[in-house]
Nanobody, 126 residues
Framework: QVEFVESGGGLVQAGGSLRLACAPS????????MGWFRRTPGKEREFVAV????????YYADSVKGRFTISRANAMNTVYLQMNSLKPEDKAVYYC???????????????????WGQGTQVTVSS
């Protein structure tokens, strides 16, 4: 069982920035595709962004394109989410997730991901 730990959440004013990080709690034997999802109360968990195991392919939700950037440090299965121009509607608990593989049809679905972090709260004040 692989565990991932998120960090970097917090409170920020609208228009501000935050950088989330996610790293495995121990050594990992393989490189995973690493993604970010988020959940707000009363809503389904939604896809935010993902980077393939090599980092060569990235996908974003339309709601964050141009504002959020996903990147990774492959050697450590560590992934980052740089969030700029934050809006109040970005307020959510953000989860990182690891998948053995993704493709253009599966990257945004929960079931494609094998491991999940515990989540980190992001609050954006207006």
């Amino acid at each position: 069982q692989v565990e991932f730990v998120e960090s970097g959440g917090g409170l920020v004013q609208a228009g501000g920035s935050l950088r989330l990080a996610c790293a495995p709690s121990g050594r990992t034997a393989i490189n995973y595709a690493m993604g970010w999802f988020r959940r707000t109360p009363g809503k389904e968990r939604e896809f935010v962004a993902v980077a393939s195991w090599s980092g060569g392919s990235t996908y974003y939700a339309d709601s964050v394109k141009g504002r959020f950037t996903i990147s990774r440090a492959n050697a450590m299965n560590t992934v980052y989410l740089q969030m700029n121009s934050l809006k109040p509607e970005d307020k959510a608990v953000y989860y990182c997730a690891a998948a053995f593989s993704i493709n253009s049809r599966t990257y945004s679905t929960d079931s494609a991901y094998a491991y999940w972090g515990q989540g980190t709260q992001v609050t954006v004040s207006s």
